[in-house]
């Protein structure tokens, strides 16, 4: 009998799992074809283990040289030194089911939010990583705070996209067709007049090419005024129901933009503090390709700026693929439609895909009138349909982020034209 309790006892064991993320990796049981790490990847691991006791830390990493499986460690490194909850945090819900397909060719225990809205009780009980996206974290109702879950670790992957989406919870909208637009339209309309009383017809005649930002010292002396006629639509979905709690403390903060379609008030900068379950985290590390900008980092999420001068940059190991970047119209003027589907119809003549970025549906139509497919819903069965057939000629709108093209799912990527700013104030 003792035997069988020793065997017993012994199938029951957890195995111990190493927390250093490069051992971690090679601990994992996974297919064949994802058995190694980039040395870009485990430059980038062995840095952050070094300084996994500071608190906050930016990693920046090329497209394409796998900084998702370098979170995912990283978070799941966590997990087992800390047994406390981490989570992923991702621009949008594509890129959570990309991440979450990926920890699974990898082993990596992890989670996602279901239609239900229930947070997993795998996450709760520390035995997995919850993948999701930032709004659910970063909105004046989130589930976390409502439910005072702790949080020990968070990664924010594309952290660039990231900010872009939290200053977009933090930020007020009024359409022209909703009543709080002409409202204060009417309350502000003599003091912008005085700004700038070219501009201020223009809005009023419905010119689209117009935008004016309310002085501050008008925006503060009307605050009551304002908290009234907001008074009216607090529980309204579209505008205030997730922003009313991070804004009705901070409005002398707040700074409002109108153009002839709509109006916006937005934050100087986002009160993340506001959201307890992300300010109380012990540990927050970023992730980004590119981060022109770091001082949202420092601004918007508190990362303190020692994390942004020393950043974790591995050196460029050019393990991550070779890319050609054509220009033409910079030295060819001439350069005109005919040259474009030259160019097209060499690539699909031999069988390749053609993926086309642009900034609006409207560009999106001009492609497809030379033979582009616009893809607007069910973008990622359509993104693996291209990773499984050749001579595809796609056209995505207003989409630049978490857009997995992998081998051979896309030859030639076509950039026409660029995004457009997606604030008011960024204007």
């Known amino acids: 009998m003792n035997i069988f309790k020793k065997i017993n006892d012994q199938q029951n064991k957890e195995i111990a799992l190493p927390n250093e993320p490069n051992e971690l990796f090679y601990s994992l049981k996974k297919e064949k074809e994802y058995s190694y790490l980039r040395g870009i990847q485990e430059e980038a691991l062995t840095s952050w283990y070094q300084q996994k006791q500071n608190s906050h830390l930016l990693i920046k990493m090329n497209t394409g040289a796998g900084k998702t499986l370098v979170g995912l460690l990283i978070l799941y490194s966590k997990l087992i030194e800390t047994k406390k909850r981490s989570v992923f945090l991702c621009p949008d819900k594509q890129l959570v089911n990309q991440?979450?397909?990926?920890?699974?060719?990898?082993?990596?225990?992890?989670?996602?939010?279901?239609?239900?809205?229930?947070?997993?009780?795998?996450?709760?009980?520390?035995?997995?990583?919850?993948?999701?996206?930032?709004q659910k974290l970063f909105n004046g109702k989130n589930i976390f705070d409502r439910h005072k879950i702790e949080i020990e670790t968070i990664v924010i992957d594309d952290a660039h996209k990231c900010v872009e989406k939290i200053k977009d919870a933090f930020t007020i909208k009024f359409k022209k067709d909703h009543p709080v637009y002409d409202e204060l339209f009417a309350l502000f309309g003599d003091e912008l007049k005085k700004q700038a009383i070219g501009s201020y017809e223009a809005i009023k005649t419905e010119h689209p090419d117009y935008y004016m930002k309310l002085p501050f010292w008008s925006w503060i002396d009307n605050k009551e005024k304002v908290m009234k006629i907001f008074s009216n639509f607090l529980s309204e979905q579209e505008t205030l129901l997730f922003t009313w709690d991070l804004f009705h403390n901070n409005f002398n903060q707040y700074e409002m933009y109108i153009t002839s379609s709509k109006i916006e008030i937005?934050?100087?900068?986002?009160?993340?503090?506001?959201?307890?379950?992300?300010?109380?985290?012990?540990y927050k590390y970023a992730l980004s390709a590119t981060f022109e900008n770091d001082i949202s980092l420092l601004f918007d999420l508190d990362f303190p700026l020692k994390s942004i001068e020393n950043p974790i940059e591995p050196k460029d190991r050019k393990d991550y693929g070779q890319r050609l970047i054509l220009t033409p119209k910079r030295y060819f003027n001439d350069f005109n439609t005919d040259d474009i589907k030259t160019v097209i119809n060499h690539h699909l003549n031999n069988n390749q895909n053609i993926l086309v970025l642009v900034p609006s549906f409207r560009e999106a139509r001009a492609w497809e009138s030379i033979g582009a497919k616009i893809i607007s819903e069910n973008i990622e069965e359509e993104i693996k349909k291209l990773k499984d057939s050749k001579g595809n000629f796609i056209v995505l709108a207003n989409r630049y982020d978490g857009i997995d093209l992998g081998g051979e799912a896309c030859n030639v990527l076509i950039i026409h034209e660029h995004p457009k700013y997606k604030f008011i104030r960024d204007k």
């Open 266 to 282: 937005t934050p100087i900068k986002c009160y993340t503090q506001n959201i307890q379950t992300y300010a109380n985290a012990k």
């Open 99 to 134: 991440v979450f397909e990926q920890s699974q060719k990898y082993n990596i225990p992890t989670c996602i939010i279901d239609h239900d809205n229930e947070i997993p009780e795998e996450f709760l009980n520390n035995k997995a990583i919850l993948i999701t996206t930032v």
